[in-house]
């Protein structure tokens, strides 16, 4: 235990740069990022104009979130996976498509976009 490193708002805040670094590889370079991207600000400029409410926004916000974590996370275990494996392995393969939950997440993601913009268009 005397090997722990003291708590250091410094440390804490110099992490932030390696997130920040891996949020902007996410955009730079992954072509599904992009897309996710133009759905994002489609759904915000829609939700700006059909005036949401601080719950849908929540919601929404949540959605988004969601949909962008799994992203990275289903990106990290891909480029972990060619990293350990770069010639094809059924084994790894099985893993990067289990690793696909932004396609469940995207998909719920839409259907809660469906839920909360279709009855605001309908009446706008």
């Known amino acids: 235990m005397a090997s722990e490193?003291?708590?250091s708002f410094k440390a804490r805040l110099?992490?932030?740069?390696?997130?920040?670094r891996g949020v902007f590889l996410l955009f730079h370079y992954e072509h599904n990022?992009?897309?996710h991207l133009i759905a994002i600000?489609?759904?915000?400029?829609?939700?700006?104009?059909?005036?949401?409410?601080s719950l849908e926004w929540v919601v929404i916000l949540f959605a988004i979130g969601s949909v962008l974590a799994?992203?990275?996370i289903n990106t990290a275990i891909e480029k972990l996976a060619d990293f350990i494996s770069p010639s094809h392995q059924v084994l790894i393969g099985k893993a990067k498509d289990l690793a696909a939950?932004?396609?469940?997440?995207?998909?719920?993601?839409f259907i809660i976009g469906g839920i909360?913009?279709?009855p605001k268009i309908i009446h706008f």
Do not use: P, Q
């Open 101 to 109: 939950a932004v396609l469940i997440l995207s998909t719920c993601a």
């Open 116 to 118: 909360i913009f279709i």
């Open 5 to 7: 490193k003291k708590f």
């Open 33 to 35: 990022a992009w897309i």
């Open 70 to 72: 799994a992203e990275a």
């Open 41 to 53: 600000v489609c759904a915000v400029m829609a939700g700006i104009i059909l005036s949401l409410t």
């Open 14 to 20: 110099h992490s932030f740069k390696y997130a920040f």
